[in-house]
Antibody, heavy 120, light 111 residues
Framework: QVQLQESGPGLVKPSQTLSLTCTVS??????????WSWIRQPAGKGLEWIGR???????HYSPSLKSRVTISVVTSKNQFSLKLTSVTAADTAVYYC????????????WGQGTLVTVSS | QSVLTQPPSASGTPGQRVTISCSGS????????VYWYQQLPGTAPKLLIY???QRPSGVPDRFSGSKSGTSASLAISGLRSEDEADYYC????????????FGGGTKLTVL
């Protein structure tokens, strides 16, 4: 059974960089042709896709966040990571990592989510 | 404001059939698959329907999806108290460099 687990600071100061890591267990991140995504959800609001990475390093980002987002992968650790720069209070949300079954397909496995609050 | 439009709320009594709509456009629902996710309170979303009407293993057949033109629907029959959750539709949008868009979500209340 594939499992994903987010980790990282729960509090980030405005203008700083948010950094999160997703650790995948129960299978190799390199196998199966899957894509790996980050999705966020502000409290009481809907879901917003942030971006995805393939194990080759190929990335796609949401146009609205593209200038501030970097997603990277470390296959030897079965991890992929999110960096979001110049954060503001509007970036406060629960951040989920998820597996995308195929490119432009569904998210079949999700992490439990981690709350990141942007505040001084 | 979401590109996919869902009613903010829906409700039903146990045993009833409830439908949740999701309206989009030709650049998303009209030319791509629709997916549905269920989010129970305090938990991560869970895949409920993929490719318009397919159910992952373990999802009861009380849940069904359909699509027509630029709209889609999720139907839940034999409503149960444990179905009380937020439901999100999703689709890929060709006009947005191939990234997924989610509906605003529908909160289902079981009365």
């Amino acid at each position: 059974q594939v499992q994903l687990q987010e980790s990282g600071p729960g509090l980030v100061k405005p203008s700083q960089t948010l950094s999160l890591t997703c650790t995948v267990s129960g299978g190799s991140i390199s196998n199966g042709g899957y894509y790996w995504s980050w999705i966020r959800q502000p409290a009481g609001k809907g879901l917003e896709w942030i971006g995805r990475i393939y194990t080759s390093g190929s990335t796609h980002y949401s146009p609205s966040l593209k200038s501030r987002v970097t997603i990277s992968v470390v296959t030897s650790k079965n991890q992929f990571s999110l960096k979001l720069t110049s954060v503001t209070a509007a970036d406060t949300a629960v951040y989920y990592c998820a597996r995308e079954f195929q490119l432009l397909s569904h998210f079949d496995y999700w992490g439990q989510g981690t709350l990141v609050t942007v505040s001084s | 404001q979401s590109v996919l439009t869902q009613p903010p709320s829906a409700s039903g009594t146990p045993g009833q059939r409830v439908t949740i709509s999701c309206s989009g456009s030709n650049s998303n629902i009209g030319n791509n698959y629709v997916y549905w996710y269920q989010q129970l309170p305090g938990t991560a979303p869970k895949l409920l329907i993929y490719r318009n009407y397919q159910r992952p293993s373990g999802v009861p057949d009380r849940f069904s999806g359909s699509k027509s033109g630029t709209s889609a629907s999720l139907a839940i029959s034999g409503l149960r108290s444990e179905d009380e959750a937020d439901y999100y539709c999703a689709a890929w949008d060709n006009s947005l460099s191939g990234h997924v868009i989610f509906g605003g979500g529908t909160k289902l209340t079981v009365l």
